[in-house]
């Protein structure tokens, strides 16, 4: 998508996402919507599956199991990305795939 001007939004100051970060303990594996918070701080019991929802332009998340490998999957269950322990990600959608666009440490 191509944007029509270049009036974006102008931040004074930081965002900050209330209400936008999950910090959980996982005992099953893990759905997420487009209500779900945009950053996910998992504890995992043993290695677990989170699926995505369906694919919207410009939705993402940024996803970091802490414990356990995390096997991030699409809404048809198609393997995204297994993600280790320790290690973050920035997962977004063009409408039609999700990629992730950033990980590490």
């Known amino acids: 998508m191509a944007y029509a001007s270049d009036n974006g939004y102008v931040f004074d100051n930081r965002p900050i996402f209330r209400g936008g970060v999950n910090r959980e303990t996982l005992s099953g594996n893990k759905v997420l919507n487009e209500q779900s918070e ?8 043993q290695a677990r599956d989170l699926t995505l929802p369906e694919h919207r332009d410009g939705l993402f998340y940024i996803i970091r199991p802490l414990s356990f ?16 322990a ?11 795939d999700w990629s992730i666009v950033l990980a590490g440490a």
């Open 38 to 45: 945009t950053f996910h701080f998992l504890t995992l019991d």
């Open 69 to 84: 490998q995390l096997t991030i999957k699409d809404a048809g269950g198609s393997t995204v990305s297994a993600v280790n």
């Open 86 to 96: 320790g290690i973050g990600v920035v997962i977004v959608s063009d409408g039609t």
